[in-house]
C-alpha cells in the first residue's frame, strides 16, 4: 500500500504453542471449497474458502446466518485444509466466516497456511482488533464495517480501526443497499481517522443474496463510488450462483 502513511505489521514469528498441524482441529460453518473471489480487491482469482463457524455480530441482512453457531458442519485438521490446498495449485486462502477472528483455531491455521507459503486473504467486520501474530503473517484484510441497516448491536462495532494502518494490504469494503447510504460511509471514515486512507482502498458493493435483488442497485452504487473515487465491484458468486452455499 504505498501511497498511506508507514503501513508495516511489526515482525512476528510463528509461535512455538501453535497447536501441530495434525492436532489442530477446525470446526467449520461450510465445507472447503473452491471458487472465484466473489467481491473486492482480488476479484475473480481462484481461491480456497475457509469459512470458520462462529458469529456474534448479528446483521440484520446476513446471508451466512448458519455460521452464527454451532454445532460446525465439519471439523478438520489443520493438515486436512492444507492437503486440499496443495490440491488446486495456484489458488489463495481465504479465511471468512461468520466472523474469523472470533474462532479460537483463526491464529494457529493462518499460521499453518503462512507457513506452507500460502497467500491468505482475511473477511473481518472489524469489530475484534487483530493480535500481532495475527496482523503480521495476513498478506490481505478485507475489511466491512456494518451501516445502520445491518442492525448491529453498537458494541460490535469496531471501537478501533488504525491497526489499518499496520497491516499488509487493507481494504474497507462496505455492503451497500441505495446510493444514499454512501454518506455513512464518508461519517465512518471521519470517525475512524481514516478520511486519508487511499480512495482506492474503499470498496462499495451492492447487497442481495440474489441476482435479481442485487441488479437494479449496481449502476446507481458504481455511480456513487466513482464519484467519490472509490472502487466498486458487484459480487460475482451471486451473478454465477445466486443464494448458493459454499460457492
Ligand atoms: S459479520 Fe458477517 S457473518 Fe457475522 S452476521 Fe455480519 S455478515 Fe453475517
Redesign the pocket.
Known amino acids: 500500500m504505498s501511497e498511506a502513511p508507514a503501513i508495516h505489521p511489526e515482525s512476528t514469528s510463528p509461535a512455538a504453542s501453535v497447536s501441530s498441524v495434525a492436532s489442530l482441529r477446525v470446526p467449520l460453518a461450510d465445507e472447503l471449497f473452491y471458487s472465484l473471489q466473489g467481491e473486492g480487491a482480488t476479484l475473480g482469482r481462484p481461491s480456497v474458502f475457509v469459512r470458520l463457524m462462529g458469529?456474534t455480530?448479528?446483521?440484520a441482512w446476513?446471508d451466512?446466518k448458519y455460521?452464527?453457531e454451532g454445532p460446525p458442519v465439519l471439523e478438520l485438521s489443520a493438515a486436512e485444509i492444507l492437503d486440499y490446498c496443495a490440491g488446486r495449485p495456484g489458488s489463495q486462502v481465504i479465511v471468512t466466516?461468520?466472523?474469523p477472528l472470533e474462532s479460537p483455531a483463526c491464529v494457529p491455521l493462518i499460521t499453518h497456511l503462512k507457513a506452507a507459503g500460502l497467500r491468505v486473504e482475511v473477511e473481518t467486520?472489524g469489530y475484534i482488533e487483530p493480535s500481532a501474530a495475527l496482523l503480521g503473517p495476513v498478506d490481505q484484510w478485507n475489511v466491512s464495517p456494518?451501516l445502520a441497516s445491518?442492525a448491529i448491536a453498537p458494541d460490535k462495532q469496531p471501537a478501533f480501526l488504525g491497526w489499518l494502518w499496520r497491516a499488509k494490504e487493507p481494504y474497507l469494503k462496505f455492503v451497500l443497499h441505495k446510493s444514499g447510504e454512501i454518506a455513512e460511509v464518508d461519517a465512518l471514515l471521519e470517525r475512524y481517522g481514516l478520511a486519508e486512507l487511499p480512495s482506492d482502498r474503499i470498496i462499495i458493493s451492492p447487497g442481495g443474496k440474489k441476482f435479481e435483488h442485487m441488479e437494479p442497485r449496481l449502476l446507481p452504487l458504481a455511480e456513487a463510488a466513482l464519484e467519490r473515487g472509490f472502487r466498486f465491484t458487484p459480487r460475482l458468486h451471486v451473478i454465477l450462483w445466486g443464494d448458493r452455499r459454499a460457492v
Request: glycine share 22%; aromatic share 8%.
Open positions: 458469529c455480530v448479528g446483521c446476513c451466512t455460521s452464527w466466516g461468520g466472523e467486520s456494518k445491518a
